[in-house]
């Protein structure tokens, strides 16, 4: 079968332009050789949350900082661009119930207790806001690596615009002796209503009137929606979520949501299958070669989007010679500065960090003259050069935001 696309990758960026397409009636097909970033990163959409410090408006910040960073993706991504993929996430996944926008950074607290800067959250997560301050109160289950305590002392000595007084309550969930209960076993016992009632009376008697309440982003798997509401009415307080270690369950949420919806406007998904190769004729990608459990095969389509991530999940890849190369179409990427790969502080900026495929203002790859080498291949998300996510708080909102402009770009260039 030919496709009018196909999608290389999973994640947040790949199923963003695979939604879209479909949306629009699209034969789609994504591939992919794993869930992308989406189980290890929160739901949340930040979308710049430091530039040098911290940053309370993305909307005021974003142009300066594109005209600072001219090799980053927002520098090819408009203001108004970023915005509307914003809204059509809100709109697209509804259950989410999305809030916030360019204008303010919501600040949330971690499970280790500092801070987060993000422009969108799910309402599970909203509560949790600190920039008004206030009192908190964060639940612990037994879960491992969310230690309640340790949260709460950290956050009372955490940069925050106002006051906040944090304290802990340990509960016992595990009334067989069960250990080890995962993320993911929690969010499953939350969706069943004894466990909820069990919490909720365990709860009774101990929340101050003026406190919020904080639980581990487990708050169920299909309809986390519910169950907040659930807690907030049973309790009688703000009830809100934090994101938690990987495996992060609003990240699957937001994984689980996507793919269905992709599937319900027709597209098809491949998991588990790795594109290994491309044929190409005339500036075009003709079809892309994917190794398949048996043999390969050759999938074919008019447009295509390389969504494949860079060096954590192999879309660019050093080998032993200290060569840069991207994984599948051989596209050449940004080099890092002459001198050393590495430098020995961890959380320096490292000369690698913003490797990347190099790509024009239409989110095309291009040569090293800044030529597109194919008219009808796109790439987006953690693939691009420029961007250090994890320092600028970026990552979840320039993959939205190219997912969105790759898939633009295709039905521009359709119409």
């Known amino acids: 079968m030919i496709y009018d696309t196909v999608v290389i990758g999973a994640g947040l960026a790949g199923l963003t332009a695979a939604l879209r397409l479909a949306d629009e009636g699209g034969r789609v097909l994504v591939v992919a050789k794993g869930v992308g970033s989406t189980h290890l990163a929160p739901a949340t959409i930040d979308v710049l949350g430091f530039d040098g410090r911290a940053v309370e408006s993305p909307a005021q910040?974003?142009?300066?900082?594109?005209?600072?960073?001219?090799?980053?993706?927002?520098?090819?991504?408009?203001?108004?661009?970023?915005?509307a993929s914003i809204?059509?996430?809100?709109?697209?996944?509804?259950?989410?119930?999305?809030?916030?926008?360019?204008?303010?950074?919501?600040?949330?607290?971690?499970?280790?207790?500092?801070?987060?800067?993000?422009?969108?959250?799910?309402?599970?997560?909203?509560?949790?806001?600190?920039?008004?301050?206030?009192?908190?109160?964060?639940?612990?289950?037994?879960?491992?690596?969310?230690?309640?305590?340790?949260?709460?002392?950290?956050?009372?000595?955490?940069?925050?615009?106002?006051?906040?007084?944090?304290?802990?309550?340990?509960?016992?969930?595990?009334?067989?002796?069960?250990?080890?209960?995962?993320?993911?076993?929690?969010?499953?016992?939350?969706?069943?209503?004894?466990?909820?009632?069990?919490?909720?009376?365990?709860?009774?008697?101990?929340?101050?009137?003026?406190?919020?309440?904080?639980?581990?982003?487990?708050l169920g798997l299909q309809d986390a929606g519910k169950v907040w509401r659930e807690l907030e009415e049973k309790l009688e307080r703000p009830v809100f979520e934090v994101a938690t270690l990987p495996p992060s369950v609003s990240g699957i949420r937001l994984f689980e949501a996507m793919t269905a919806a992709v599937r319900k406007a027709g597209g098809r998904i491949l998991m588990g299958q790795t594109v290994t190769g491309a044929e190409t004729s005339n500036g075009r990608v003709e079809a892309v070669v994917v190794q398949a459990a048996a043999r390969p095969t050759t999938y074919r389509a008019g447009s295509f989007v390389l969504a494949s991530g860079g060096f954590a999940s192999g879309g660019v890849q050093l080998d032993s010679y200290g060569k840069l190369r991207e994984a599948v179409f051989d596209l050449a990427v940004s080099h890092a500065e002459d001198g050393p790969r590495f430098l020995p502080d961890y959380l320096d900026e490292q000369p690698l960090d913003r490797v990347g495929v190099l790509v024009d203002n239409g989110l095309r790859p291009t040569d090293g003259d800044g030529r597109p080498l194919y008219e009808n291949l796109h790439a987006a998300g953690a693939t691009l050069a420029g961007a250090v996510p994890w320092r600028e708080a970026s990552g979840n909102g320039v993959s939205l935001a190219s997912g969105y402009a790759a898939a633009a770009a295709i039905l521009e260039s359709d119409s």
């Open 87 to 218: 809204e059509w996430l809100k709109t697209r996944l509804p259950a989410f119930g999305y809030r916030g926008g360019l204008e303010e950074n919501f600040v949330l607290p971690t499970a280790v207790g500092a801070v987060k800067r993000s422009a969108v959250v799910p309402e599970t997560m909203a509560a949790g806001d600190l920039r008004a301050g206030g009192r908190f109160l964060f639940v612990g289950l037994g879960l491992k690596d969310f230690y309640p305590a340790y949260l709460a002392d950290n956050l009372g000595h955490a940069s925050a615009d106002s006051a906040v007084s944090a304290r802990a309550i340990e509960l016992e969930t595990s009334p067989g002796g069960e250990a080890d209960v995962s993320s993911v076993g929690f969010a499953r016992r939350f969706e069943q209503p004894t466990f909820r009632n069990a919490v909720v009376r365990g709860l009774a008697g101990q929340v101050e009137r003026d406190e919020r309440v904080g639980f581990p982003a487990v």
């Open 61 to 83: 910040k974003l142009s300066r900082f594109g005209e600072a960073h001219p090799q980053h993706p927002y520098a090819r991504l408009s203001i108004e661009l970023i915005a």
